[in-house]
């Protein structure tokens, strides 16, 4: 007798399990950039996955702010305390490291630099103005052509007029 039963299947709870802990996986199994990286305070990097702001114990964090570290009730307020069952966690520190990339917004602002003459009077390798004017007609209209070339000719006589 062949077993129907596709709940029990070793290769579906396998398969289920997979897709019910892909983001905790994905979260614990992503190499990061390195072990003790300096906060960048740049205003202009936006911060992804290390952001500082990871805790240590995350996953316990996690977890007490699901509220999965004590009992479902809201009637026992003692039970229900938040305070006696939290989760002890520290912040991690990491060192602040200075800016490494010039924004040239914040350096050197436009208004700085709107009345300055500017000095380039060197003569540049390639003309710019050798192909302003085509060398050839464009945009002409052949009905106007045919009409401008047209000679009228006698067909009594033999020739033209």
Same mark, same amino acid.
């Given at each position: $007798?062949?077993?129907?039963?596709?709940?029990?299947?070793?290769?579906?709870?396998?398969?289920?399990?997979?897709?019910?802990?892909?983001?905790? =996986?994905?979260?614990?199994?992503?190499?990061?950039?390195?072990?003790?990286?300096?906060? $960048?305070? /740049?205003?202009? $990097? =936006?911060?992804?996955?290390?952001?500082?702001? @990871? $805790?240590?114990?995350?996953?316990?964090?996690?977890?007490?702010?699901?509220? &999965?570290?004590?009992?479902?009730? =809201? /009637? @026992?307020?003692?039970?229900?305390?938040?305070?006696?069952?939290?989760?002890?966690?520290?912040?991690?520190?990491?060192?602040?490291?200075?800016?490494?990339?010039?924004?040239?917004?914040?350096?050197?602002?436009?208004?700085?630099? =709107? /009345?300055?003459?500017?000095?380039?009077?060197?003569?540049?390798? &390639?003309?710019?103005?050798?192909?302003?004017?085509?060398?050839?007609?464009?945009?002409?209209?052949?009905?106007?052509?045919?009409? /401008?070339?047209?000679?009228?000719?006698?067909?009594?006589?033999?020739?033209?007029?």
């Amino acid at each position: $007798m062949s077993f129907t039963r596709f709940h029990d299947d070793p290769h579906r709870i396998k398969y289920g399990l997979q897709i019910s802990t892909f983001s905790g =996986r994905y979260a614990l199994d992503t190499p990061g950039p390195g072990v003790n990286l300096p906060y $960048m305070a /740049d205003p202009q $990097m =936006r911060i992804q996955q290390w952001g500082a702001n @990871l $805790m240590t114990n995350s996953v316990n964090l996690e977890s007490d702010l699901r509220g &999965l570290t004590r009992p479902l009730n =809201r /009637d @026992l307020v003692g039970v229900n305390n938040h305070q006696t069952a939290a989760v002890s966690s520290f912040k991690n520190s990491y060192p602040i490291a200075g800016h490494f990339i010039d924004e040239s917004r914040a350096t050197h602002p436009a208004w700085a630099y =709107r /009345d300055l003459e500017q000095h380039r009077w060197e003569r540049p390798f &390639l003309n710019p103005q050798a192909n302003v004017e085509k060398k050839f007609q464009d945009n002409i209209q052949t009905r106007i052509l045919e009409k /401008d070339y047209f000679k009228p000719t006698d067909p009594t006589h033999g020739g033209t007029w």
